[in-house]
Protein backbone atom coordinates (compact mmCIF):
# COMPACT_ATOMS: atom_id res chain seq x y z
CA UNK A 1 0.00 0.00 0.00
CA UNK A 2 2.99 2.53 0.79
CA UNK A 3 4.16 3.99 -2.64
CA UNK A 4 7.11 3.13 -3.99
CA UNK A 5 9.49 5.74 -4.68
CA UNK A 6 12.55 5.72 -7.24
CA UNK A 7 15.62 6.65 -7.02
CA UNK A 8 16.07 5.65 -3.49
CA UNK A 9 19.17 8.93 -3.80
CA UNK A 10 20.53 10.82 -6.15
CA UNK A 11 23.67 12.97 -6.19
CA UNK A 12 23.47 16.10 -8.68
CA UNK A 13 25.85 18.90 -9.29
CA UNK A 14 24.08 22.79 -9.17
CA UNK A 15 22.35 23.04 -12.33
CA UNK A 16 21.57 19.61 -13.29
CA UNK A 17 17.79 17.92 -13.85
CA UNK A 18 16.65 15.65 -11.61
CA UNK A 19 13.18 13.24 -11.69
CA UNK A 20 12.06 11.70 -8.42
CA UNK A 21 9.25 9.01 -9.64
CA UNK A 22 6.16 7.72 -7.37
CA UNK A 23 4.10 4.69 -8.09
CA UNK A 24 1.16 2.72 -6.35
CA UNK A 25 -0.17 -0.43 -6.52
CA UNK A 26 -3.54 1.06 -5.91
CA UNK A 27 -5.55 3.08 -8.23
CA UNK A 28 -4.43 7.16 -7.25
CA UNK A 29 -6.87 10.02 -6.50
CA UNK A 30 -4.44 12.17 -5.50
CA UNK A 31 -0.60 12.45 -4.90
CA UNK A 32 1.22 14.84 -2.46
CA UNK A 33 5.02 16.05 -2.29
CA UNK A 34 6.97 16.89 0.24
CA UNK A 35 10.48 17.83 0.93
CA UNK A 36 12.37 17.30 5.00
CA UNK A 37 15.60 19.28 5.31
CA UNK A 38 18.14 17.08 7.89
CA UNK A 39 16.68 18.00 10.96
CA UNK A 40 13.73 20.10 10.01
CA UNK A 41 10.05 19.51 9.36
CA UNK A 42 8.66 18.18 5.91
CA UNK A 43 7.58 20.81 3.99
CA UNK A 44 5.07 20.88 1.61
CA UNK A 45 5.30 21.27 -2.07
CA UNK A 46 2.62 20.24 -4.35
CA UNK A 47 -0.97 18.42 -4.66
CA UNK A 48 -2.01 17.17 -8.02
CA UNK A 49 -5.39 15.92 -7.40
CA UNK A 50 -6.58 14.74 -11.21
CA UNK A 51 -4.84 12.39 -13.79
CA UNK A 52 -3.03 14.21 -16.02
CA UNK A 53 -2.69 17.51 -14.07
CA UNK A 54 0.79 19.08 -14.21
CA UNK A 55 1.61 21.82 -11.13
CA UNK A 56 4.61 23.72 -11.06
CA UNK A 57 6.90 26.37 -8.46
CA UNK A 58 9.67 27.77 -9.48
CA UNK A 59 11.85 25.10 -11.34
CA UNK A 60 10.07 22.42 -9.58
CA UNK A 61 7.44 20.56 -11.34
CA UNK A 62 4.99 17.40 -11.12
CA UNK A 63 3.16 15.38 -13.13
CA UNK A 64 0.07 12.90 -12.44
CA UNK A 65 -0.80 9.56 -14.48
CA UNK A 66 -3.70 7.86 -13.20
CA UNK A 67 -3.47 5.38 -15.56
CA UNK A 68 -0.17 4.53 -14.85
CA UNK A 69 -0.89 5.09 -10.85
CA UNK A 70 1.92 6.93 -10.80
CA UNK A 71 3.78 10.51 -10.63
CA UNK A 72 6.82 11.82 -11.36
CA UNK A 73 8.61 15.29 -9.67
CA UNK A 74 11.04 16.92 -12.01
CA UNK A 75 13.91 19.81 -10.70
CA UNK A 76 15.05 21.38 -13.28
CA UNK A 77 18.26 23.50 -13.14
CA UNK A 78 18.57 22.32 -9.65
CA UNK A 79 20.18 24.43 -6.58
CA UNK A 80 21.84 24.09 -3.62
CA UNK A 81 18.78 24.35 -1.55
CA UNK A 82 16.82 21.81 -3.38
CA UNK A 83 19.04 19.08 -1.01
CA UNK A 84 16.92 16.81 0.93
CA UNK A 85 14.45 13.81 1.22
CA UNK A 86 11.87 13.90 -1.14
CA UNK A 87 8.40 12.28 -0.21
CA UNK A 88 5.05 11.38 -2.05
CA UNK A 89 2.31 10.72 -0.54
CA UNK A 90 -0.89 8.90 -2.39
CA UNK A 91 -4.27 9.87 -1.01
CA UNK A 92 -7.71 8.82 -1.33
CA UNK A 93 -10.54 10.63 -3.12
CA UNK A 94 -11.31 12.95 0.09
CA UNK A 95 -13.61 10.47 1.57
CA UNK A 96 -14.41 8.98 5.10
CA UNK A 97 -11.18 6.54 4.61
CA UNK A 98 -8.90 8.96 3.28
CA UNK A 99 -5.47 9.20 4.08
CA UNK A 100 -1.77 10.50 2.88
CA UNK A 101 0.29 7.13 2.86
CA UNK A 102 4.12 8.36 2.16
CA UNK A 103 6.66 6.50 0.64
CA UNK A 104 10.13 5.99 1.87
CA UNK A 105 11.40 9.06 0.88
CA UNK A 106 14.34 9.68 -2.10
CA UNK A 107 17.57 11.70 -1.04
CA UNK A 108 18.91 14.42 -2.96
CA UNK A 109 22.39 16.16 -2.63
CA UNK A 110 23.60 19.30 -4.80
CA UNK A 111 26.67 19.77 -5.31
CA UNK A 112 28.06 23.23 -6.03
CA UNK B 1 1.29 32.67 12.76
CA UNK B 2 2.08 29.90 14.92
CA UNK B 3 2.90 26.43 13.21
CA UNK B 4 2.65 23.66 14.76
CA UNK B 5 4.24 22.42 18.51
CA UNK B 6 5.04 19.09 19.68
CA UNK B 7 5.89 18.53 22.67
CA UNK B 8 8.50 17.63 24.21
CA UNK B 9 11.38 17.97 21.56
CA UNK B 10 13.19 14.89 22.83
CA UNK B 11 12.50 11.65 25.17
CA UNK B 12 14.29 8.60 26.83
CA UNK B 13 12.41 6.15 27.92
CA UNK B 14 13.02 2.79 29.19
CA UNK B 15 11.17 -0.84 27.76
CA UNK B 16 8.54 -1.24 29.11
CA UNK B 17 7.53 2.10 30.19
CA UNK B 18 4.81 4.32 28.21
CA UNK B 19 5.05 7.90 26.83
CA UNK B 20 2.36 10.71 25.75
CA UNK B 21 3.31 13.09 23.12
CA UNK B 22 1.28 16.48 22.77
CA UNK B 23 0.85 18.04 19.54
CA UNK B 24 -0.62 21.82 18.90
CA UNK B 25 -2.03 22.28 15.48
CA UNK B 26 -2.21 25.75 13.82
CA UNK B 27 -5.00 27.44 14.96
CA UNK B 28 -8.24 26.94 13.04
CA UNK B 29 -7.05 23.46 11.67
CA UNK B 30 -8.97 20.87 12.94
CA UNK B 31 -7.48 17.68 11.69
CA UNK B 32 -4.62 16.29 13.28
CA UNK B 33 -2.27 13.04 12.13
CA UNK B 34 0.45 11.43 13.33
CA UNK B 35 3.53 9.71 11.54
CA UNK B 36 6.69 6.91 12.46
CA UNK B 37 9.29 8.46 10.65
CA UNK B 38 12.39 5.90 11.22
CA UNK B 39 15.83 5.68 8.96
CA UNK B 40 14.64 3.87 5.53
CA UNK B 41 11.32 3.45 6.17
CA UNK B 42 9.88 7.08 5.71
CA UNK B 43 6.71 8.66 6.88
CA UNK B 44 4.79 5.72 8.81
CA UNK B 45 0.93 6.58 9.03
CA UNK B 46 -0.35 6.32 12.34
CA UNK B 47 -3.81 7.82 13.03
CA UNK B 48 -6.12 10.94 11.98
CA UNK B 49 -8.10 12.59 14.02
CA UNK B 50 -10.30 15.44 13.16
CA UNK B 51 -13.05 17.16 15.71
CA UNK B 52 -12.11 14.70 18.41
CA UNK B 53 -13.10 11.69 16.07
CA UNK B 54 -10.25 9.56 14.72
CA UNK B 55 -11.02 9.05 11.27
CA UNK B 56 -8.39 6.96 10.02
CA UNK B 57 -5.81 4.39 11.93
CA UNK B 58 -2.22 2.61 10.33
CA UNK B 59 -1.20 -0.43 10.78
CA UNK B 60 0.32 -0.27 14.24
CA UNK B 61 -0.06 -2.48 17.30
CA UNK B 62 -2.87 -1.36 19.99
CA UNK B 63 -0.06 -0.14 21.99
CA UNK B 64 -0.07 3.02 19.94
CA UNK B 65 -3.30 5.52 20.58
CA UNK B 66 -4.35 8.66 20.92
CA UNK B 67 -6.87 11.55 21.06
CA UNK B 68 -8.06 14.80 19.88
CA UNK B 69 -9.39 17.54 22.53
CA UNK B 70 -12.24 19.93 21.72
CA UNK B 71 -9.43 22.77 21.06
CA UNK B 72 -8.18 20.09 18.56
CA UNK B 73 -5.05 19.46 20.39
CA UNK B 74 -3.95 15.77 20.35
CA UNK B 75 -2.16 13.55 22.11
CA UNK B 76 -0.04 10.08 21.21
CA UNK B 77 0.26 7.54 23.84
CA UNK B 78 2.54 4.32 23.29
CA UNK B 79 2.56 1.92 26.18
CA UNK B 80 4.75 -0.96 27.29
CA UNK B 81 7.54 0.98 25.25
CA UNK B 82 9.67 -1.65 22.90
CA UNK B 83 13.75 -0.44 21.28
CA UNK B 84 12.13 -0.81 18.13
CA UNK B 85 9.80 2.01 18.95
CA UNK B 86 12.79 4.62 19.12
CA UNK B 87 12.08 7.23 16.12
CA UNK B 88 11.01 10.69 15.12
CA UNK B 89 7.44 11.31 15.80
CA UNK B 90 5.60 13.92 13.89
CA UNK B 91 2.31 15.79 13.71
CA UNK B 92 0.70 17.49 10.75
CA UNK B 93 -2.45 19.38 11.22
CA UNK B 94 -4.59 20.26 8.21
CA UNK B 95 -7.68 22.51 8.00
CA UNK B 96 -10.13 20.29 6.30
CA UNK B 97 -10.33 16.39 5.94
CA UNK B 98 -9.96 17.06 2.63
CA UNK B 99 -6.92 16.86 0.13
CA UNK B 100 -4.69 20.24 1.47
CA UNK B 101 -2.16 21.23 2.37
CA UNK B 102 -0.26 19.76 5.74
CA UNK B 103 1.77 21.47 8.31
CA UNK B 104 4.00 19.40 10.25
CA UNK B 105 5.51 19.81 13.42
CA UNK B 106 9.23 19.57 14.40
CA UNK B 107 9.02 16.00 15.91
CA UNK B 108 9.55 14.71 19.09
CA UNK B 109 12.43 12.04 19.30
CA UNK B 110 11.90 8.99 21.44
CA UNK B 111 14.52 7.19 22.59
CA UNK B 112 14.03 3.74 24.38
CA UNK B 113 16.78 2.05 26.20
Known amino acids: QQPVQSPQAVILREGEDAVINCSSSKALYSVHWYRQKHGEAPVFLMI?????EQKGHEKISASFNEKKQQSSLYLTASQLSYSGTYFCGTGGSGGRDDKIIFGKGTRLHILP | KAGVTQTPRYLIKTRGQQVTLSCSPISGHRSVSWYQQTPGQGLQFLFEYFSETQRNKGNFPGRFSGRQFSNSRSEMNVSTLELGDSALYLC????????????FGQGTRLTVV
Open chain 1, 48 to 52: LLKGG
Open chain 2, 92 to 103: ASKRELTNTEAF
